[in-house]
């Protein structure tokens, strides 16, 4: 139904958005790929020189890579763990008959909206902290002692604070999902005497599959390059504890102004995450009939 | 029918997910709390409740010691910019791909979605060396397009999903009454774009307004945002709680109200309408 007249305005109209994300995705990205083959210290311009696959070998064979992809697995896969086994139940609950569920539902979404370095100060100083922080007064109302928490358990520490952040995303998304589900099949499925347990297994998980992959795959993205919640509480420390690849890049990059190094752990991030967005864009663009 | 739902079992359900609602919600109660509190009764243990002396006198402080408004405005013409120009540039863009797809569609959709797969630390050198040498770090211009091209794929996307479901057949008639294209937008289309064009605009006003790592990287002082503010609290001279808390309330109550409001947009925003 398209006429010549609006194939030649659709392209007009097209074409600065493609040319500005071409530029934005290609520039850096050439940059990258350059410095990742000099020796570029923003300390010492006298060795400045090329030196091929050398800056990848030493970021690939350096210990703190190691302990960085390692921190950076655990705590993308424990947030996953974390938000979609506590946000189902909780979709599930909100999707019950509650009173005032609206208010329960604004106070259970609210911490998907504050910027991180808030959230990681507030847990960090008011929560978290190890003498006058609200769970070491709950630890010695229980007779326990406090956890110092960012000393103690660094990476659990922060691993918390994302948790929090997240789980409002994945209880939305899957709530969302349970409120477009078949009633009539439920209630047959009642009527036939199915117990409460097996409907959620038969029908209801089913049902959730597709929303929890989505909600696996949109949050791998972001925790992937986790920043911001590191940078305010721990500064990557102590030692390598609450460094990941992210922070890593950043400390490489702006902390020892090594520029070689730090582009060439640039590109080995790029390459995590495109693996994981190749399924992604595998999954969305299935859903996608243009 | 609807299912008959004992008023035993309502009771249980509420009490249940009111708790829960609670503990998510509690740190962000504690730290409106806190905010009122004078430094002192902010450290005290056991910690007070309700039971304290009430002030504003942080609020004061916080706009005295540091000046939060300046970066409240940055935030404000950061966020709010970006978010602009990346509509701007989107509208027409989402327009072209809903209503004069080509084979090639898909495709573009695809790749534009991939740019925001890259990690911006993947970036960050060669980002910041060319900020270094346009002297654009600390600048607000510098943001406001960094912050542009990284919303831009969601908001063609958001902007996609909503124009496709704008029925063509009246698009249709219209043109077989004759309506050139320059009034099928004015008085057709926009008329039905605009809750999702508004939807669009809050949504990532708030993913601008929350952006830490380019914020934390590119901005010290003169453009540096409220994500930036709040972070130099981290340093250890002095812990001022009280104050953290009032400027965090003020950082994050805007936002938290402007969420609230476009909660159904963010499911279909954030996962461009897999969920509905």
Same mark, same amino acid.
């Given at each position: 139904m398209a006429t010549q007249q609006t194939q030649v305005l659709g392209r007009a109209l097209l074409t600065p958005a493609v040319a500005l994300l071409f530029i934005w995705m290609i520039v850096p990205l050439a940059m990258t790929i350059y410095f990742s083959t000099l020796r570029y210290s923003l300390l010492d311009s006298e060795t400045w020189g090329f030196v091929g696959l050398e800056n990848f070998r030493y970021f690939l064979t350096d210990p703190a890579f190691l302990t960085a992809l390692r921190n950076t697995l655990v705590l993308v896969g424990s947030v996953l763990a974390i938000t979609i086994l506590l946000g189902t139940p909780l979709a599930l609950l909100l999707d019950q008959q509650v009173v005032g569920r609206s208010i329960v539902r604004l106070m259970v979404i609210a911490p998907f909206f504050v910027m991180p370095t808030v959230s990681a100060l507030v847990w960090k100083n008011l929560l978290m902290h190890p003498v006058s922080g609200l769970f070491a007064w709950v630890a010695t109302l229980v007779g326990a002692t406090p956890i110092d928490w960012f000393n103690d358990a660094p990476l659990l520490a922060v691993i918390v604070i994302v948790a929090w952040q997240w789980l409002p995303f994945a209880t939305l998304i899957l709530l969302t999902a349970l409120q477009s589900q078949d009633e009539e099949q439920k209630e047959a499925a009642e009527m036939d005497g199915a117990s409460a347990l097996s409907t959620f297994i038969y029908l209801t998980l089913p049902h959730l599959a597709r929303p929890i992959t989505v909600v696996i795959l949109i949050e791998t993205i972001f925790l992937l390059t986790v920043f911001a919640e590191i940078f305010v509480t721990t500064g990557g420390g102590p030692g390598l504890a609450t460094t990941n690849i992210a922070f890593l890049i950043y400390s490489q990059a702006l902390v020892q102004y090594d520029v070689g190094n730090a582009s060439a752990g640039g590109l080995v991030a790029v390459v995590i995450a495109n693996i994981v967005a190749f399924f992604l864009v595998r999954i969305v663009g299935r859903n996608l009939e243009a | 029918m609807a299912r008959r739902v004992t008023a035993r079992r309502i009771w249980v359900s509420t009490a249940a997910a009111w708790l829960f609602g609670f503990l998510i919600f509690l740190p962000i109660l504690w730290m409106v709390l806190t905010s009122f509190k004078t430094e002192l009764e902010a450290f005290s243990m056991p910690p007070k409740f309700l039971l304290f002396h009430w002030t504003t006198e942080n609020y004061a402080t916080v706009q005295e010691r540091s000046d939060y408004l300046h970066h409240a405005l940055n935030s404000i013409l950061i966020a709010g910019g970006s978010t602009l120009i990346a509509m701007i540039i989107a509208i027409p863009a989402a327009w072209s791909m809903a209503f004069a797809p080509t084979k090639r569609t898909k495709d573009v959709l695809l790749w534009m979605l991939s740019t925001k797969m890259m990690p911006s630390v993947g970036v960050l050198v060669p980002i910041y060396l060319i900020f270094r040498d346009f002297g654009l770090l600390d600048t607000r211009a510098g943001l406001v397009m960094i912050l542009c091209l990284g919303n831009l794929p969601i908001v063609i996307w958001m902007l996609f999903t909503y124009f496709k479901e704008i029925p063509k057949d009246i698009l249709e008639a219209a043109r077989m009454d004759g309506a050139t294209i320059g009034r099928e937008l004015v008085y057709v289309l926009t008329p039905m774009a605009v809750p999702g064009l508004a939807s669009t605009l809050l949504l990532n006003f708030i993913l601008a307004w929350n952006e830490a790592f380019w914020t934390l990287n590119l901005s010290t002082l003169e453009a540096a945002p409220l994500t930036t503010f709040i972070a130099?609290? =981290? =340093?250890?001279?002095?812990?001022?709680w009280a104050k953290l808390s009032a400027a965090s309330t003020l950082a994050i109550a805007p936002i938290i109200i402007l969420g609230w409001f476009t909660q159904r947009q963010l499911v279909r925003g954030l996962t461009f309408g897999a969920v509905k």
């Open positions: - | 130099s609290y =981290s =340093s250890p001279e002095g812990l001022f």
